[in-house]
């Protein structure tokens, strides 16, 4: 499975922005998908994830009620809504297919694909 981000930039703090993911090279609903960080100095966190059918999300406590993750498996995406930012939100987002169809990728031991990753600033 290929995947590529986009939708990463410059946002002051308290701004928005949306990531998205395109998958290709498998069906994509053979996949849980999650959306992980790493910021300059610091390991690779958790985001966010969405089940298979999309049925079901899990946010890290840090960006909930800020982030929102969704997918389309017709267009084989899965994007990250993210508002509110603040400074601490900068970092490297990954897009990821989980190793496991129905359980979430919480951990990077738990992933099977990567994205390249996509920067996102947030700086005044």
């Known amino acids: 499975v290929q995947l590529v981000e986009s939708g990463g930039g410059l946002v002051q703090p308290g701004g928005s922005l949306r990531l998205s993911c395109t998958a290709s090279?498998?069906?994509?609903?053979?996949?849980?998908m999650g959306w992980f960080r790493q910021a300059p100095g610091k390991e690779r966190e958790f985001v966010a994830a969405i089940t298979w059918s999309g049925g079901g999300t899990l946010y890290a406590d840090s960006v909930k009620g800020r982030f929102t993750v969704s997918r389309d498996n017709a267009k084989n995406t899965v994007s990250l809504q993210m508002n509110s930012l603040k400074l601490e939100d900068a970092a490297v987002y990954y897009c990821a297919a989980g190793r496991e169809r129905l359980q979430v990728p919480t951990t990077p031991r738990s992933v099977a694909y990567w994205g390249q990753g996509t920067q996102v600033t947030v700086s005044s």
């Open positions: 090279g498998r069906p994509f609903s053979d996949y849980a």
